[in-house]
């Protein structure tokens, strides 16, 4: 079983940067591919980006190609999510999950944990 936190996020200005942390606990870590989802308001949770259990392997919503880029650190149990250029159309409460699917797996429901949620909201 794996346990995420999430930190990072808060209030930006459009064309600035945040950064996401997902932390895990559990020695099992390694196994899992994480996928990172967001959710607007009013509106379905969706996918963002994930990166295979290795790190070698990295997937992207066309909506943040070029943007946004997903990296982890096996070493200590984490998955960022750096986000650049921010628009308005990018608040929202963003998620890290874990999965045992293909890395570029981008459902719901291929990912079995999932962390607390973390908002961003950007500014004009």
């Known amino acids: 079983q794996v346990q995420l936190v999430q930190s990072g996020g808060g209030f930006e200005q459009a064309g600035g940067s945040l950064t996401l942390s997902c932390t895990a606990s559990?020695?099992?870590?390694?196994?899992?591919?994480i996928g990172w989802f967001r959710q607007a308001p009013g509106k379905e949770r969706e996918f963002v980006a994930s990166?295979?259990?290795?790190?070698?392997?990295?997937y992207y919503a066309d909506f943040v190609k070029g943007r946004f880029t997903v990296s982890r650190d096996n070493a200590k149990n984490m998955v960022s999510l750096q986000l650049t250029t921010l628009k308005q159309d990018d608040t929202a409460v963003y998620y890290c999950?874990?999965?045992?699917?293909?890395?570029?797996?981008?459902?719901?429901?291929?990912?079995?944990?999932w962390g607390q949620g973390t908002q961003v909201t950007v500014s004009s």
């Open positions: 559990g020695r099992t870590f390694i196994r899992y591919n």
């Open positions: 990166i295979s259990w290795d790190g070698l392997s990295t």
């Open positions: 999950a874990a999965g045992t699917q293909s890395f570029y797996a981008s459902g719901l429901n291929d990912y079995d944990y």
